[in-house]
């Protein structure tokens, strides 16, 4: 069983940045893959980004390559997306997930993690 805390949303202008952490309990943490995904008033959910459980895989939505970062502290039990150069179409409600996938796979489908949190809000203005 894996629970799942995000933090770090706020409002910040178009072209700065956040940082968002997601913060698990359970012991096994380091075992599972962990994703983003957002969700927009009106849209359904998309995938922003995956981190394999070692760390070695990492996949990306198009719209956020190169801007946004996945990264995990096992020590610490908490995932990472840094976000910058941020866009007023990155505002959402940003989930993180969890999901005990084998080797270095990753998923950009959403049904596929077991563990959802309860969310945090990103706004940005323009």
């Known amino acids: 069983q894996v629970q799942l805390v995000e933090s770090g949303g706020g409002l910040v202008q178009a072209g700065g940045s956040l940082r968002l952490s997601c913060a698990a309990s359970g012991r096994t943490f380091s075992s599972y893959a962990m994703g983003w995904f957002r969700q927009a008033p009106g849209k359904e959910r998309e995938f922003v980004a995956a981190?394999?459980?070692?760390?070695?895989?990492?996949y990306y939505a198009d719209s956020v390559k190169g801007r946004f970062t996945i990264s995990r502290d096992d020590a610490a039990n908490t995932v990472y997306l840094q976000m910058n150069s941020l866009k007023p179409e990155d505002t959402a409600v940003y989930y993180c997930?969890?999901?005990?996938?084998?080797?270095?796979?990753?998923?950009?489908?959403?049904?596929?993690?077991?563990?959802w949190g309860q969310g945090t809000q990103v706004t940005v203005s323009s």
């Open positions: 981190i394999s459980w070692s760390g070695g895989n990492t």
């Open positions: 997930a969890a999901a005990p996938f084998l080797g270095d796979y990753v998923s950009m489908r959403g049904y596929e993690y077991g563990y």
